[in-house]
């Protein structure tokens, strides 16, 4: 149901594994059920992050104080949180 929230109307660009995108590369498109199925085989704390990152829409610093941690602590989670999102989607041939 939340990954309903998270790819809004049925699918969701997910971002490329860094923060500086290759022009030629594309963003797959995953559905909601798939997000779902991923996010369910993610660690709790790369769930968490996601989950108030994206579903919640806090932002970075909101997402720190949340969980008391640094800001930099929540980018270096979110980028490993998305790259194992990822490889959760494309393991299981979830990718659209």
């Known amino acids: 149901v939340f990954a309903a929230q998270l790819v809004g109307k049925g699918a969701m660009p997910l971002p490329a594994e860094d923060d500086v995108a290759d022009p030629d590369a594309g963003e797959a498109e995953f559905d909601a059920a798939a ?3 991923g996010l369910a085989r993610l660690a709790p704390v790369e769930r968490e992050i996601l ?5 919640e829409e806090l932002a970075i610093d909101e997402v720190a104080t949340a969980l008391s941690i640094p800001t930099g602590t929540v980018k270096s989670r979110l980028y490993r949180a998305r790259k194992q999102l990822r490889r959760a989607l494309e393991l299981h041939g979830d990718v659209q």
């Open 35 to 37: 997000v779902e199925r």
């Open 51 to 55: 989950t108030l990152f994206y579903l």
